[in-house]
């Protein structure tokens, strides 16, 4: 059962799951953001207009995520590949995932390639990469 302190980030659970998954083993934490160190970086690797490039602490990166839903609906995620780094607590993962923009109805699909780096068993750092095209693509 989904905790309901999470609810509205439920648009993200395809994403969410395929992460755990991916750390499974190496991180604590029973949410996605319970995994989160509250001083966590993360680091977006490709520009929107008005989306930052980067973001300190899990609940910045919460408060971040809150409205993913208004915009986007995941309904999965696979293709997972777990690459463990020769850096310590460095693991780059790999995935897709899939969706369609609330407003427009268009399939979202897309490819990311996250490096997260693990401290304690948390997250502390997280880089992403995707393909910027296709989400921009889905939504206009």
């Given at each position: ?49 008005g ?53 427009s ?14 401290e ?21």
């Amino acid at each position: 059962m989904r905790d309901p302190a999470y609810a509205a980030f439920s648009a993200l659970d395809p994403f969410f799951d395929i992460v755990r998954q991916g750390l499974a083993g190496l991180i604590d934490g029973d949410h996605y953001f319970d995994t989160i160190a509250p001083d966590a970086v993360f680091e977006f690797r490709y520009r929107f207009p008005g989306y930052p490039t980067k973001v300190v602490g899990r609940e910045a990166l919460m408060a971040l995520y809150a409205g993913y839903g208004e915009g986007m609906a995941l309904h999965g995620a696979d293709a997972l590949v777990v690459n463990i780094s020769q850096t310590p607590g460095v693991v780059i993962l790999e995935c897709e995932v899939q969706g369609n923009a609330v407003g427009s109805g268009k399939l979202y699909e897309n490819r990311f390639i996250s490096v997260v780096t693990i401290e304690d068993r948390k997250i502390v750092g997280w880089r992403d990469y995707m393909d910027s095209l296709a989400a921009m693509s889905s939504l206009t």
